[in-house]
């Protein structure tokens, strides 16, 4: 019984979760160019209750937007680790998912997954509006069905990530 | 114009390109004379300070870019220096901004800037044991392979 209780609780809260996400307003790469517009009246992403917000402890989604370099990811581990439970991460453009145009760069990481819990990729150098707005609605099926779990994956696997971060950043911490 | 009086003042090359552009070129030891020169010139702002390897000739060409916003005209400072043990004189106290161009210039080519008390210290690389990376013998390609993991196709199409 008891059991049922916590299921249909948190199937509740997810629920509730998945209506009010807030973006950690962190731009990475060139592909953040595409946000302002998703923010603003045109594609206004505020219809489903998804805001840009200033700092980690109050938002729930990091968006990765393109490529990320040493300096940058140590700054983007640091800023996702303080971001609170439950909390989701978009790896957005073809940076982030293989290195896009810069995969023989000295400095860019080249597959964001083994750094930190990515949820979901957007594909495209640079992904459009339509695809982010997209991609907003597929993370909330995501949550809604549970499925949207790379917080907890972190924590069960951390050594793993920490491994790989040690292996690019050296000993930082 | 007062661009053709420059030669006066400037020991080296002084090559009128177009209306508002000029090319200079000096010794490595008249840089800082010349800059000089060319800030009384009106030439008040500093755009750029970059460097070129020239590999086949094992020399570095540092490049500096001015701006006069009074004559609207760009003055292209090169000088070429070996590329063994590559130092140059910091033009700080001429342009203050030129210090973080002269901490890139140290990153990025090796090339020690004298008198620059930040140069050498890490600026946008961290965790950097190799060749600095715009030089054309680093092998870009080859540190990306061996330092950063890849995605490999196969894994995706389960
Ligand atoms: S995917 Fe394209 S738009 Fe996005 S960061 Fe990379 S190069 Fe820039």
Avoid at chain 1, 34 to 47: A, F, V
Avoid at chain 2, 74 to 101: C, F
Wanted: charged letters at 30%.
């Amino acid at each position: 019984m008891d059991k049922e209780i916590e299921q249909g609780y948190n199937e509740i809260l997810e629920s509730l979760r998945k209506r009010s996400l807030w973006i950690l307003h962190y731009c990475t790469g060139c592909g953040a160019i595409e946000l302002p517009p998703t923010m603003t009246s045109r594609y206004d992403m505020g219809r489903f209750g998804i805001v840009p917000f200033v700092t980690p402890r109050q938002s729930d989604i990091l968006i990765v937007t393109g490529y990320v370099n040493i300096k940058t990811l140590r700054r983007i581990i640091t800023s996702y680790e303080q971001m609170l439970d439950p909390k989701y991460v978009i790896g957005f453009g073809s940076c982030s998912i293989n290195g896009g145009i810069y995969w023989d760069s000295h400095s860019v990481i080249k597959k964001l997954d083994s750094y930190m819990p990515v949820d979901l990729y957007i594909a495209g150098c640079m992904p459009r509006p339509e695809a982010i707005i997209h991609s907003f609605k597929h993370l909330m099926e995501l949550i809604d069905t549970g499925k949207a779990d790379g917080y907890r994956r972190y924590k069960e696997n951390y050594d793993f990530y920490r491994k790989n971060q040690r292996k690019v950043l050296g000993k930082w911490r | 114009m007062e661009i053709e009086r420059l030669n006066q003042v400037i020991r080296g090359t002084v090559e009128v390109k177009r209306k508002q552009r000029v090319d200079i070129i000096v010794d490595n030891a008249d840089i800082v004379s010349a800059l000089h020169s060319l800030k009384l010139f009106g030439f008040n702002q500093l755009t750029l300070v970059t460097a070129v390897d020239w590999i086949e000739e094992q020399q570095f060409e540092v490049v500096y870019v001015l701006y006069s916003n009074a004559q609207k005209v760009v003055a292209i400072v090169k000088a070429r220096i070996p590329r063994e043990n590559p130092e140059i004189e910091t033009i700080e106290d001429l342009y203050p901004n030129a210090n973080k161009y002269e901490v890139e210039l140290t990153e990025m080519f090796g090339i020690k800037v004298r008198g620059n008390p930040d140069s050498g210290k890490p600026f946008l690389l961290e965790n950097w044991h190799d060749l600095p990376p715009m030089r054309k013998d680093f092998d870009s390609i080859k540190y990306a392979t061996e330092h950063y993991e890849a995605r490999h196709r196969k894994e995706n199409n389960d």
